[in-house]
């Protein structure tokens, strides 16, 4: 049977762990940036990362681009990546990086009806004890204690709520742009659909930039303590993440890879916490074991409906 058929799965498990590490750097950031500039600058520094492999190795693929999928590029460049990125670094300026990335945990509802209706999907029956499993984990994870409320504050700071809600709009758009993207890479190489979605997101911004007078303190910028978070950023949660998430996105259906996206948002909220020297109480270690448990049971059952595991002949 071979290692092969599980490339598509880890794929998709490094790319959201390398997700995951997307909220810790996004504050280091926010310490001297705007989210519209934070999103301007890790864009461009994921542009020109991409850029010179584009042109060398798939600039044919450009003559291939018809109406629709003009539709679809804009999707994941305008939604998925400047507005779903500015929504969730503002959330993340509001309520921290944690509780902002729990918020993703409900990205599966969206993806399902977004690919129910648009690439035609059809589900079994366990998806759907799965995902009220998800959304009992999500309430779980969400309001125990980690040396105080995982949302704490909301009370005394309005700006929590706003923050909640920030999160939960990137999460819808997040969830259409994986469907988007899924259509996409039926007929463009990994590097072409993030070299447009890069780009539309790139030029959106800067014009967001222009249009409010955002400032850009290049000396500030251009510091250890900005610069190294904006790379990180651009090169390794943005392109290398989304590079080989596509590798499992290409050839799993968007409803079975949502899933296993789960562990973006899991390892997201635990990240900050243990960085920051928090505590993770019984509680919420028991919702992550009995998450990591429903998505094991959909990946048994559903995996091997997605890739086929042939036997070697003898």
């Known amino acids: 049977m071979g290692f092969r058929p599980f490339i598509p799965g880890f794929a998709i498990v490094l790319g959201s762990l390398l997700f995951a590490t997307d909220a810790i750097f996004r504050e280091k950031a926010l310490v001297a940036l705007d989210p ?37 590029f804009f999707a994941i460049g305008l ?81 929590a709520v706003k923050g909640m809600i920030y999160a939960f709009v990137a999460t819808v758009i997040w969830g259409g742009s994986t469907v988007a993207g899924k259509a996409l890479l039926a007929r463009y190489h990994n590097s072409v659909v993030l070299f447009w979605r890069w780009a539309i997101a790139f030029v959106f911004l800067g014009g967001v930039i222009a249009v409010k007078g955002v400032s850009l303190p290049w000396s500030r ?29 290409r050839k799993l259906p968007a409803s079975l890879a949502t899933f296993i996206e789960l562990l973006y948002p899991l390892a997201g909220m635990f990240i900050p916490i243990i960085a920051k020297g928090q505590s993770v109480t019984p509680l919420q270690g028991f919702a992550s074991i009995t998450l990591l448990i429903a998505i094991s049971l959909l990946l048994g059952v559903e995996y091997p409906r997605a890739v086929p595991f042939r036997k070697k002949s003898r």
Request: net charge neutral; charged share 10%.
């Open 221 to 249: 910028i251009l510091s250890t303590d900005i610069l190294l978070p904006l790379l990180y950023l651009g090169i390794v949660a943005q392109t290398t993440a989304y590079w080989i998430y596509y590798v499992g996105l």
């Open 79 to 159: 939604g998925g990546s400047a507005l779903g990125n500015t929504f969730f670094t503002m959330a993340v300026e509001k309520i921290g990086g944690g509780p902002a990335t729990l918020f993703t945990m409900l990205q599966p509802v969206f993806v399902l009806g977004f690919a129910w209706v648009f690439l035609k999907e059809r589900f079994s029956n366990i998806f759907v004890p799965c995902a009220i499993w998800v959304v009992a984990n999500m309430i779980l994870l969400s309001f125990t204690q980690t040396g105080g409320p995982a949302f704490s504050g909301v009370d005394e700071n309005p700006e």
């Open 36 to 72: 519209q500039a934070v999103g301007f600058l890790e864009h461009g520094i994921a542009l020109l990362f991409l850029l010179p492999w584009v042109f060398a190795r798939r600039r044919s693929e450009f003559r291939m681009i018809g109406k629709r999928d003009i539709a679809l």
